[in-house]
């Protein structure tokens, strides 16, 4: 069923999506370990024409944000219906049903994701009182849930990561908007950021090596990953789990000891996610 003409015409405000405008983000991970944050910009830049013969908004997601999301770089709004919809690109593009900004509270809707519209309030934003929806996305990890506001689009989202361990939360924030010409917030410069999170993977070379009979093995994760660190012998044997477990995105360090192992050339693995990576290192006696 279409929604009525002035139900969508109001809907369409939750997601003001014209070439110009500007949102910054902040986001804090939140841990037992503590909490780093950073800054993000999103920018509306073109009209796109792509290969299902649709026009998108391309979002410029700007280099000082760690996570990159080239995967949500192109979104329309449907101007009859207020669905939001993005392109996914690779070897079959779709179209993905993201949001149904006529949604009630308690509608449920979505195609690959479910989507449920858990409240329809008003909030102030920026000092203007305004409507707001809740909508929480049923995906692993995270199900994250995302706040609209009218005349502003996304100015929350928390996502839990409870199974974690340690667990953590992400909240991401409107710290700046640039709307038809108007102002709100305040934009924080790249130099104010300072960025602490890992841009990407890493496995960095054990320190010492040689060793006997500790070693110290780093690594990075720039997000949230199941990530397993093993050690195996010469013939492919596993000798020691330095970790098997998931984490928090950040920079870490354990320690190997390798006093019940022979000298000799050993290797490290990591694998998190879809990255691996192996290393040589040697104990000496």
């Not at 013969?53 to 009859?80: E, F, M, N, Q």
């Not at 449920?116 to 707001?132: A, E, K, M, N, Y």
């Not at 928390?158 to 974690?164: G, P, R």
């Not at 991401?172 to 709100?184: H, V």
């Amino acid at each position: 069923m279409v929604p009525a003409a002035a139900q969508v015409d109001s809907a369409l405000a939750y997601y003001p999506l014209n070439i110009g405008y500007v949102w910054q983000y902040h986001v804090r991970y939140t841990s037992s370990q503590g909490s780093v944050s950073y800054y993000y910009l999103v920018r509306v830049v073109a009209d796109t024409l792509m290969s299902n013969g649709i026009w998108y908004k391309h979002l410029d997601y700007a280099a000082d944000d760690p996570l990159d999301y080239p995967y949500i770089a192109y979104r329309r709004v449907d101007s009859s219906t207020a669905c939001v919809y993005r392109y996914q690109e690779g070897a079959i593009p779709a179209e993905i049903l993201l949001d149904s900004l006529c949604a009630k509270e308690r509608d449920l809707f979505g195609d690959f994701i479910l989507v449920t519209c858990l409240r329809v309030d008003t909030s102030t934003i920026f000092g203007v009182q305004t409507g707001i929806k809740d909508f929480q996305y049923s995906i692993v990890p995270g199900t994250p849930v995302m706040t609209f506001a009218r005349g502003f689009g996304l100015v929350h989202r928390t996502e839990l990561y409870a199974w974690s361990e340690p667990a953590y939360t992400i909240y991401t924030d409107l710290q700046y908007a640039r709307i038809n010409g108007q102002e709100y917030g305040t934009l924080v410069t790249v130099q104010q950021s300072k960025p602490e999170l890992p841009r990407r993977f890493s496995l960095a070379q054990n320190y010492p090596n040689p060793f006997n009979p500790t070693t110290v093995v780093s690594y990075q994760l720039p997000v949230g990953s199941n990530v397993r660190l093993v050690i195996f012998d010469i013939l492919g044997r596993e000798v020691a789990t330095l970790v098997n477990e998931r984490k928090a995105p950040g920079s870490y360090s354990v320690k190997f000891d390798g006093s019940h192992l022979a000298s000799g050339v050993y290797f490290y693995r990591i694998v998190a996610g879809s990255f691996a990576e192996t290393k040589r290192l040697l104990l000496i006696r």
